[in-house]
């Protein structure tokens, strides 16, 4: 997951925080503004309008998913290592943006009109297939139906996270990755069994 290193990559950190946290795109600047902890007048300076930033925040999102492809892209790590890495991270940017599918259904309305929006749908399903097409590798052996796996191990992995307020799951996968890693593999290893 990408790193902020200034404060115009802090507002867009928060804003994705906020849009993922009230389940909408329609978010004020002075709840922005609050969230980052600078003032309203930052968020001009670096954006000028509220539209120039929901922009950049999509274009933030597009970066991160693309972190993602590049983990199961990377030819050097083994294929079991590389979808724990990639469902690590998956699980991390949901931790730190929760609803994040609130940018993909308002691609989804947007995608004729917005040529953001036809990019954010294409990073994700590039990551989604190549996703999918490395969980099939490393549970090949198995007889499930290859669509349930990627159903079961998706769920597995989002489900917990976005629904941990209301159905008090164990919160050790959300505090340590080591923890995570560990639950990534029990996901793995029952997925291969079967």
């Known amino acids: 997951m990408r790193e902020l290193k200034s404060v115009e990559e802090k507002i867009l950190d928060r804003a994705l925080y906020l849009i993922g946290k009230n389940r909408s795109m329609n978010i004020s600047v002075r709840a922005i503004s609050n969230e980052a902890n600078v003032n309203v007048s930052a968020i001009?300076?670096?954006f000028r309008t509220k539209e120039e930033m929901l922009r950049q925040v999509k274009e933030f999102y597009i970066t991160n998913t693309l972190s993602i492809t590049s983990i199961l892209d990377n030819e050097e790590t083994p294929d079991e290592e590389k979808l724990i890495a990639a469902s690590n991270e998956i699980m991390e940017y949901i931790?730190?943006?929760?609803?994040?599918?609130?940018?993909?259904?308002d691609a989804s309305k947007q995608?004729?009109?917005?040529?953001?929006?036809?990019?954010?749908?294409?990073a994700s399903k590039e990551m989604n297939e190549k996703f999918e097409s490395l969980l099939y590798k490393v549970t090949k052996s198995s007889s499930m139906k290859y669509e349930h796996k990627y159903m079961i191990f998706m769920s597995s992995i989002i489900h917990p996270i976005e629904n941990n307020d209301i159905l008090n799951f164990d919160d050790g996968?959300?505090?340590s990755k080591e923890k995570r890693i560990d639950?990534?593999?029990n996901i793995i290893k029952a997925l291969k069994s079967e």
Do not use: C
Request: zero cysteines; hydrophobic letters at 40%.
């Open 44 to 46: 001009n300076y670096y």
């Open 173 to 175: 996968i959300i505090e």
């Open 183 to 185: 639950y990534i593999k």
């Open 111 to 122: 995608e004729e009109s917005d040529e953001i929006s036809r990019k954010i749908l294409a």
């Open 95 to 105: 931790i730190r943006f929760p609803g994040v599918t609130v940018i993909l259904r």
